[in-house]
């Protein structure tokens, strides 16, 4: 099976930069993604890593290593709106290519 | 505007009934999902359709059925057997292969059961 572990909460202040770590275990896997949920909203898509390394959308970036079973996301610059709960989820390679999420991060963002 | 549409946002209903949840999208995506969330949990697959009049258990499947009879629509009922199915319930769409990673979601549908 799959599983993914991911802190249950963190907090930082506006302008900080704050890393989410997903650590994973699974047979095999295409990918890590990532998504954003605002309490009570749709999750929104916000990055994938198919390959090693660092994908760099705007003020996030999101890293995946492999070997280290162990990715993360960076979110810099932040802002109010950014406070909200963040996933990584894998893209399994069996079957039909679906996601396992993990738990979620509560991201605190204070002024 | 492409997206998802889920009806209703929330739903209350009294044990031992059964209850369908509705989800459209307009993204002409072949693959359509349905997830419960609950309280400081992840996301978690109840059911997942890749084409018409085909679809596939997930993770927790039990206690609830679906239909896929358009490529637009996939409704999932709650029933009874359910144990307990007070939740929040997402429906999600993507592209199928190598684009599956990104999945649409819609405003999701809170069900509570007395």
């Known amino acids: 099976g799959q599983s993914l572990e991911q802190p249950s909460e963190v907090t930082a202040v506006e302008g900080a930069i704050v890393q989410i770590n997903c650590t994973y275990q699974?047979?095999?896997?295409?990918?890590l993604s990532w998504y954003q949920q605002h309490d009570g909203g749709a999750p929104t898509f916000l990055s994938y890593n198919a390959l090693d390394g660092l994908e760099e959308t705007g003020r996030f970036s999101s890293f995946l290593s492999r070997s280290d079973s162990y990715g993360y996301l960076l979110l810099q610059e932040l802002q109010m709106k950014d406070s909200a709960s963040y996933f990584c989820a894998v893209r399994q390679l069996s079957g039909y290519s679906t996601l396992t999420f993990g738990k979620g991060t509560m991201l605190l963002v204070s002024p | 505007d492409g997206g998802i549409t889920q009806s209703p946002k929330y739903l209350f209903r009294k044990e031992g009934q059964n209850v369908t949840l509705s989800c459209e999208q307009n993204l002409n995506h072949d693959a359509m999902y349905w997830y419960r969330q609950d309280p400081g949990q992840g996301l978690r697959l109840i059911y997942y359709?890749?084409?018409?009049?085909?679809?596939q258990k997930g993770d927790i499947a039990e206690g609830y059925s679906v239909s896929r009879e358009k490529k637009e629509s996939f409704p999932l009922t709650v029933t009874s057997a359910q144990k307990n199915p007070t939740a929040f319930y997402l429906c999600?769409?993507?592209?199928?292969?190598?684009?599956?990673?990104?999945?649409?979601f819609g405003p999701g549908t809170r069900l509570t059961v007395t």
């Open positions: 359709s890749q084409i018409v009049n085909d679809f």
């Open positions: 699974t047979s095999g896997f295409y990918g």
């Open positions: 999600a769409s993507s592209a199928t292969g190598t684009e599956s990673y990104e999945q649409y």
